[in-house]
């Protein structure tokens, strides 16, 4: 289903970022069988915008949604996880555009690796160690934020 979101925003300068009330993905932890701290990482399909990469469920927030309600929402529709208990631990606004847009990523926890259901928008989803993070071909916004939230993980340890 679309929603009100969906669209890009463009700066003056031309650069393009895709939702109209801004963006938000859910960077979720948890800890695996031998006790290390684990995310879920998205591998994006090759059709969709900076495809082949790896990055966060998420998307173009609607105008009536938090950047919370968009991420769950989001992470739901690319992994199916909508329907696990998500302890919300913090929102960290990652980027944000001349115009206005913004994208922020909201870290939360569950108690264990859940299953994952991907979508056509994905083509894998993978529980990744914050250690191994940067080894994967990662999306250009995803890998610019990946320092900041990396520190972010390592005060909610």
């Known amino acids: 289903m ?3 979101g969906d669209g890009w925003v463009f700066d003056p300068d031309g650069s393009r970022y895709w939702g109209r009330h801004g963006a938000a993905g859910l960077l979720l ?8 701290v684990v995310i879920l990482l998205q591998h994006r399909a090759v059709w969709s915008h900076q495809g082949g990469t790896w990055a966060l469920p998420g998307g173009a927030r609607d105008s009536h949604e938090s950047v919370v309600d968009t991420a769950i929402r989001e992470a739901d529709e690319e992994a199916g996880i909508g329907h696990h208990d998500l302890d919300v631990r913090m929102t960290v606004v990652t980027a944000e555009a001349e115009s206005g847009w913004t994208y922020t990523t909201v870290i939360a926890d569950v108690a264990s690796p859940v299953s994952t259901v991907p979508n056509g928008e994905s083509t894998e989803l993978r529980w990744v160690r914050p250690d191994d993070v940067d080894a994967l071909p990662l999306h250009p916004g995803f890998a610019r934020s990946w320092p900041v939230l990396r520190d972010h993980l390592a005060e909610l340890a």
Not at 29 to 36: L, V
Request: aromatic share 0%.
């Open 29 to 36: 932890r948890a800890p695996s069988a031998d006790g290390e």
């Open 2 to 4: 679309r929603g009100d």
